[in-house]
Every structure is written in C-alpha cells, then in structure tokens.
C-alpha cells in the first residue's frame, strides 16, 4: 500500500486519469476496477486575496497551477503506468494521511 499525491495540469485529465479505473456494468453504474482511493485536492491557494472595505479586491487570490490529487493505492507499491510523471512532493504539505 502507498499513498502518492500527483498534480496534473487541469481537472478534466486528472478525471481522465481516474475514470480509466472504473468500468461501468450491465446496469450502467460505475464500477471501480482497482482498490484505492482518490481524493480530490483541486487547486491549492497560494496567496490569500486582499478587498478593501468596499469589497473590491486589492490583491488577487493566487491558485496553484495544477490539479492535485491524493491517492492510496492498496495493493500496489508504486505508482501504475502513466501516472509516475505526475508525481510530486509538496514541501510543505497542508495534510497527511497515514
């Protein structure tokens, strides 16, 4: 079992990447074809905004570039092919699973 967290480049290849582990049955419902678990981060924010007292912004809100995701793989001990490069490790982690 690992637990990996991988950034990719927007939401809609990271629910690529995702939804090929899943297979649909015979009554059209999804179904998860590996044992893990993915946890979607989305965009992590980087700088708060600031707004004045009218609410105008002053400082724009800066978001991460990339989508990330968390995920506990259960029976596997490294990353399945074609995620490997998507790999990262935050220096400064907002949470921890263990």
């Given at each position: ?64 570039e ?7 793989w259960?029976e ?23």
């Amino acid at each position: 079992m690992i637990y990996k967290r991988y950034e990719f480049n927007d939401q809609e290849q990271a629910e690529e990447k995702i939804d090929a582990f899943f297979d649909v049955d015979e009554d059209g419902n999804k179904v998860q074809n590996v044992k893990a678990a993915f946890i979607k981060l989305g965009k992590f924010v980087l700088e708060q905004g600031e707004y004045d007292e009218e609410g105008e912004e002053v400082q724009p809100l800066v978001l991460s570039e990339g989508y990330a995701v968390d995920v506990l793989w259960k029976e596997l001990d490294e990353s399945p092919y074609g995620w490997k490069s998507y790999e990262v490790e935050p220096e400064k982690p907002k949470h921890k699973i263990f």
